[in-house]
């Protein structure tokens, strides 16, 4: 034998290997919106970085395909060690086409994407809400489906004349031709049975975990007075529904996750905390890029999150850029405005 593999093998043994370092504390991740039918935000989501022992909320618009949801969910479990997902209008939507066979309409289109977020383990609005123990913790994550009635409107806009109100301004949502409402008889029929369904689970989740607080997780914001988008601004209409308004108090939400509206703000109301994670369209985030910002950027840390603003600051933080910072201000800028 070698006379040093010798020595080595005789040498008396100094112990056992130090202990690993402890894991840094699990913190809560969101994004939504992610559009995967276009090829820069496929690309995007490649470069998504492994946070292994910290959680997902994926808030809904993944796609409209049942692999654009494979797609992403492969990507988000293989980085983070757990996923939740609600569904957007987008995942609701029955598009023939070549690459989308499907013809499952309403909700079997949307239980179609739940049994696909199962194959990955991915948490939907149909699973038991389970306790997050991490940093911000513990709290109850709570997945919801809500949809829109179409509620969200000017008081002087009767129902009757809501469509038309948003014609006037050229406004017409793609869901009213390809969001099918099956097997209800409209929308509003189904989102009011989608409330009083998540109305139910959510009472149960408060008296089954006291002194724990929710986050709840909706693709459509809870509150009319959240929506600000100054482009199309009688798309409102399809943008949730007021019988949501006082759910963050009524169920005791430490935060509130939403997407859809595709600007990303963080509001205060009340104790509670609100959050709009949407990525968006390409073009909606090539400024993040032209700051050398990614996708690892733009996700929003929920917890444990920022701290409330003091007495008399704003309790509105525009997050164009992400998180707000002096390089990167919170602010957004409405086509033809200026700095708000």
Known sequence: MDPLIATAVEAPSTGSAPPPPPAEPARLWAISDLHLSYRGNREALELLEPRPNDGLIVCGDVGETTEHLRQCFMAATQCFKQVWWVPGNHELFTLITKANKTKARGEAKYMECVEVAREFGVLTPEDDFVTWEGEGGPVVIAPIFTLYDYSFRPPHVPLEAALEWAREENIYATDESVLHNDPYESRIEWCNALVKRAEAKLSAAVMEN????????????LRQDLVNIPLVPRF?????????????????????????????????????????????????????????????????????????????????????????????????????????
């Not at 002194?211 to 693709?219: A, E, F, Q, T, W």
């Not at 169920?251 to 990303?264: F, I, T």
């Not at 990525?279 to 929920?302: A, F, T």
Request: hydrophobic share 30%.
């Open 236 to 340: 409102i209409l399809w943008c949730g529904t007021k019988q949501t308004e006082d759910w963050h108090l009524k169920y005791n939400a430490k935060v509130v996750v939403s997407g859809h509206l595709h600007v990303r703000r963080t509001d205060w109301k009340d104790d509670t905390r609100f959050e709009e994670v949407s990525l968006g369209y390409p073009k909606q985030w090539s400024d993040c890029q032209m700051h050398g910002l990614n996708i690892n950027d733009l996700l929003r840390e929920v917890l444990p999150g920022p701290e409330k603003p003091e007495e008399g600051e704003s309790m509105t933080w525009w997050r164009r850029f992400g998180w707000p910072t002096k390089e990167t201000p919170a602010i957004f800028l409405p086509k033809g405005g200026t700095k708000t």
């Open 210 to 221: 006291l002194g724990k607080r929710l986050v709840i997780i909706n693709h459509w914001p």
